[in-house]
């Protein structure tokens, strides 16, 4: 039962375009979104989170966007960069009775092609 | 770097053994989480302990077994190890065991099962 999809494998952009990566979730005590970057041989690197109270958050190239009633979420880079050529997960975590554990999606590769 | 340091980063070894990995927190955080990485399966949550006590447990095989020391330092302990049990180990830790938290996650150790 994967709660958490990333529909897309792989993105590919060119640099100075934006990046739009995408997230749906199916589990509607999700109530935290987080996404992450992760490099080979590294362990995820947190980007960028938004609470269920609000549908957008901002960080410097950064914006997540947060649908609820679609249950939707996508992660924005604005404009992209070489270096930001990495593995993108999403992530979500539920109520406080169960903990902050994170449901993670299965990643998507995105290449910011120079 | 993210403050979490874990050990070892490489372990190889034979079916039918036994391993422990090592997490140190951030400074501060008071939760440690574990999760695993394997080809087929993305990340998984593994278990969660909070200031000393196990605080949520995911899909954690019997043969695996995690506890945390008072001096926040947590290890995770396989045994009886399999082939399929080949991966990417990561810890995370957070402040707190609940709420709207970022986690912030190690290195990893990539184990080998031969």
């Known amino acids: 039962d994967q709660q958490v999809k990333q529909n897309s494998p792989s993105l590919s952009v060119q640099e100075g375009r934006i990046s739009i990566l995408n997230c749906d979730y199916t589990?509607?005590?999700?109530?935290?979104f987080l996404w992450y970057k992760k490099y080979p041989a590294e362990g995820p690197t947190f980007l960028i989170s938004?609470?269920?109270?609000?549908d957008k958050n901002e960080d410097g190239r950064f914006t997540v966007f947060l649908n609820k009633s679609a249950k939707h979420l996508s992660l924005h880079i604005v404009p992209s960069q070489p270096g930001d050529s990495a593995v993108y997960f999403c992530?979500?975590?539920?109520?406080?009775?169960?903990?902050?554990?994170?449901?993670f999606g299965e990643g998507t590769q995105l290449t910011v092609n120079p | 770097d993210s403050g979490v340091t874990q050990t070892p980063k490489h372990l190889i070894t034979a079916t039918g053994q036994r391993v422990t990995l090592r997490c140190s927190p951030r400074?501060?955080?008071?939760?440690v989480y574990w999760y695993q990485q394997s080809l087929d399966q993305g990340l998984q949550f593994l278990i969660q302990?909070?200031?000393?006590?196990?605080?949520a447990k995911g899909n954690i095989l019997e043969r695996f077994s995690a506890q945390q020391f008072p001096d926040l330092h947590s290890e995770l302990n396989l045994s009886s190890l399999e082939l399929g049990d080949s991966a990417l180990y990561f810890c995370?830790?957070?402040?707190?065991?609940?709420?709207?938290?970022?986690?912030?996650f190690g290195p990893g150790t990539r184990l080998t099962v031969t």
């Open positions: 992530a979500a975590s539920g109520s406080e009775t169960s903990g902050s554990r994170l449901t």
């Open positions: 400074s501060g955080d008071l939760s």
């Open positions: 589990n509607s005590m999700f109530d935290y």
């Open positions: 302990y909070y200031n000393g006590e196990e605080r």
């Open positions: 938004i609470s269920s109270i609000k």
């Open positions: 995370a830790s957070s402040p707190t065991w609940a709420g709207t938290y970022e986690q912030y």
